[in-house]
């Protein structure tokens, strides 16, 4: 079935620094991926989104990567600042589906 | 400001009640949906309606029944409730790009 899922559940990084957040999925026929970014008592802000025939996509200090071979999804974030501490999800869309189904969410925590 | 907006914010309630959640949303958007957040975070759909018709049903239980009364607004009614439905619930809404703009959520506590 199809699953959407993260490899680490927790990210620390330092303040300045960049980081990765990962995720893989298993449905091939994925053809629309998205990020959000959750702060604690809120809803899911939206961050990014790129189509499968893009590998690549950039927005104000993230970037999307996408690998379609491996099924691997990516967000990076330059330069990371604490108001960038939130859970980030993924998630990815079917074609013709009407629904996104979400990964299990990385926790980014900031160290000053 | 424009937005999805939910009420109440929190919700605690006994065993066996039933209660409602609203969801509205000033976007002009078509679709609107309902997610489950489990204490894990883990973020699973519930229901779907596109102006005013169901459209994603997943396996949620019927005691749960979502309601329509017009494109701007979705509501949730939970009949007999049980301590596993203790969650936070999002309302979301899209319009013809897939992005989801999501409401600030429901935290509901079953005791």
């Known amino acids: 079935g199809e699953s959407v899922g993260l490899h680490l559940p927790t990210l620390s990084v330092q303040e300045g620094d960049n980081s990765i957040i990962n995720c893989a999925y298993s449905?091939?026929?994925?053809?629309?991926f998205i990020w959000y970014k959750q702060e604690s008592g809120k809803g899911p802000q939206f961050i990014i989104d790129?189509?499968?025939?893009?590998d690549k996509r950039q927005g104000q200090r993230v970037t999307v990567l996408l690998n379609k071979t491996v099924k691997h999804l990516s967000l990076q974030i330059a330069a990371t600042q604490p108001g960038d501490s939130a859970v980030y999800f993924c998630?990815?869309?079917?074609?013709?589906?009407?629904?996104?189904?979400f990964g299990q969410g990385t926790r980014l925590t900031i160290n000053p | 400001d424009t937005a999805v907006s939910q009420t109440p914010k929190y919700l605690v309630t006994q065993m066996g009640n039933d209660k409602s959640i609203k969801c509205e949303q000033n976007?002009?958007?078509?679709?609107m949906y309902w997610y489950k957040q489990d204490s894990k975070k883990f973020l699973k759909i519930m229901f779907s309606?596109?102006?005013?018709?169901?459209?994603i049903n997943e396996t949620v239980p019927n005691r749960f029944s979502p309601k329509s009364p017009d494109k701007a607004h979705l509501n949730l009614h939970i009949n007999s409730l049980e301590l596993g439905d203790s969650a936070v619930y999002f309302c979301?809404?899209?319009?013809?790009?897939?992005?989801?703009?999501f409401g600030p959520g429901t935290r509901l506590t079953v005791t």
């Open positions: 449905n091939s026929a994925s053809d629309y």
């Open positions: 998630a990815e869309n079917s074609q013709g589906a009407q629904k996104l189904v």
């Open positions: 979301a809404s899209r319009f013809q790009g897939l992005e989801q703009y």
């Open positions: 976007l002009g958007h078509d679709t």
């Open positions: 309606y596109n102006n005013k018709e169901l459209i």
């Open positions: 790129i189509r499968s025939n893009m």
